[in-house]
């Protein structure tokens, strides 16, 4: 691209920072971000009661611990699949239609679950949950950062991640509410349950939602996408300008149309950089055995002695629920005024510091210690890396790539999350409670220094602008 087009791009956008920030979006854009980030609920559902599902599914069913291992983990696997299959979708049919699919998909994962009276049909319901899961969650925060103003593309991405961890806590509610019911209902109502915003989400996608813009710009739908950015920016931005830098960049990134994946396998410097940013914080958040915490929260807190019935352990999964979900809206309201770096730095430290402390506790059997530990954890998690990941994932890929780059940052992060789900009790055999958070303590410890070292702050830029200061090289480490 040529000097005076980089220009352009820098400063006729119309969502400068300085501009932005005086601006407030109007109360339409952060409807329909919400609106879109409600289909990471369905992933923080499934999360949040299958950690109560499986103690009562294989009371039920007679499952082993290999096979609960695998039903848990399995979910994460087929939304690999599914994460990879979400750019020809959401390239070819456009976001919202992609939203409408997914839901379906899930819907039937959901009806099958609920029927399933065997390990096989249990795996089959996997299957289509996964595949639909895969796909919602590639396109949630791509969709949000395309239509989001740059000033508060941070506070809307990362609804994404507060709808993940109210999801996560609407199910430990449906299983401590829900437990009392009789032996094989119990479960099977839980997962009913989560049929209902399936359903909602597919009307809102058909009925309710706008198509993405960048989405309609790189389609030559010009007056459609300059229609909803009127709706969704403030009325004192520039929308001609924002325009215009939008189709400036589409005309340069389509000579990559043809490439299909090559510029991903085969990167230049600026895609590098973009993937190592990227890539690596959709592999971080979850190589830090979050995953092991969440699912498998009941087993640690019954091993760390803090409570010994099944609705025990429900109340207290529950504290751990409102205390993700609490923190992650404050680091909402903190990622466009602090900014992404500093807040991933502080979570990623308070992560490492958590496990070690766990491991200790878990040691020397002090319950309350380690009580303490989880929620640190839990804490520091949902202050920094949680949201952050898909703000930073959906920002540093340039359009021509964005989908298939944000499908295989998901892909990642869910093959990374089924690897630590289904190797949590084989490993805790082997290493013991203590010595398997001591691992990842370390793990831990080097995404820390990763996270320093390597990201840069992206806050109250356009996703042209980011694109620009990969392709110089520019990284800044402060807005």
């Not at 009276?117 to 969709?143: D, E, H, T």
């Not at 958040?285 to 979050?290: A, F, L």
């Not at 308070?350 to 496990?355: D, L, M, T, V, Y």
């Amino acid at each position: 691209m040529e000097a005076d087009e980089r220009t352009a791009l820098r400063s006729g956008s119309g969502e400068t920072a300085g501009s932005c920030s005086r601006l407030r979006a109007p109360l339409y854009t952060y409807a329909v971000s919400f609106m879109a980030a409600l289909n990471s609920l369905n992933l923080g559902f499934d999360i949040g009661v299958t950690s109560g599902v499986a103690v009562l599914i294989q009371k039920d069913l007679k499952l082993s611990n290999w096979q609960i291992g695998l039903f848990m983990g399995s979910l994460h696997f087929i939304a690999v699949i599914g994460g990879l299959a979400s750019y020809t979708l959401s390239d070819r049919l456009g976001r919202c239609r992609t939203f409408t699919i997914s839901q379906l998909i899930f819907l039937v994962g959901v009806a099958i679950f609920c029927l399933a009276n065997s390990f096989a049909m249990l795996m089959v319901s996997r299957v289509f949950l996964g595949f639909a899961i895969g796909i919602s969650f590639s396109v949630n925060p791509l969709y949000i950062s395309e239509i989001a103003p740059a000033a508060l593309r941070g506070q809307l991405t990362s609804f994404v991640e507060i709808c993940v961890n109210l999801g996560i806590l609407i199910g430990f509610i449906a299983n401590w509410m829900l437990a009392d019911l009789p032996d094989g209902l119990n479960w099977r109502v839980m997962a009913a349950c989560g049929a209902v915003l399936p359903a909602l989400i597919g009307v809102l996608s058909v009925t309710t939602m706008p198509e993405s813009p960048r989405w309609l710009v790189t389609n030559d739908r010009l007056q459609d996408a300059e229609d909803i950015l009127r709706r969704t920016h403030h009325p004192g931005e520039d929308i001609s300008a924002l325009i215009s830098g939008i189709k400036q960049r589409a005309i340069t990134e389509a000579s990559y149309a043809d490439l299909g994946w090559e510029p991903l396998l085969k990167p230049d410097d600026a895609t590098c950089r973009a993937m190592l940013i990227g890539l690596g914080v959709a592999f971080a958040q979850q190589i830090s055995g979050s995953e092991s915490v969440v699912l498998y929260s009941p087993e640690i807190f019954r091993q760390a002695g803090v409570a010994n019935t099944v609705r025990g352990l429900f109340e207290v999964t529950i504290s751990i629920g409102v205390v993700k979900t609490a923190l992650v809206v404050v680091a909402s309201c903190l990622l466009d005024s602090v900014g992404r770096r500093p807040l991933l730095v502080v979570s990623t430290v308070g992560i490492a510091a958590s496990q070690f402390l766990l491991s200790a506790a878990l040691s020397f059997g002090a319950s309350r210690l380690a009580v303490l530990a989880v929620c640190l954890f839990i804490g520091s998690f949902s202050f920094g890396i949680g949201p952050i990941t898909w703000v930073l994932a959906s920002e540093v890929f340039p359009s021509h790539i964005r989908a298939k780059a944000m499908g295989t940052a998901t892909a990642m992060n869910r093959a990374t999350s089924g690897i630590i789900a289904v190797t949590f009790l084989p490993l805790v055999e082997v290493l013991g409670l203590s010595g398997y958070y001591l691992f990842f303590a370390c793990i831990s410890t080097a995404v820390a220094i990763w996270s320093y070292y390597v990201v840069p702050e992206t806050k109250q830029r356009t996703l042209e602008q980011l694109t620009e200061y990969l392709s110089d090289g520019k990284l800044p480490k402060s807005s």
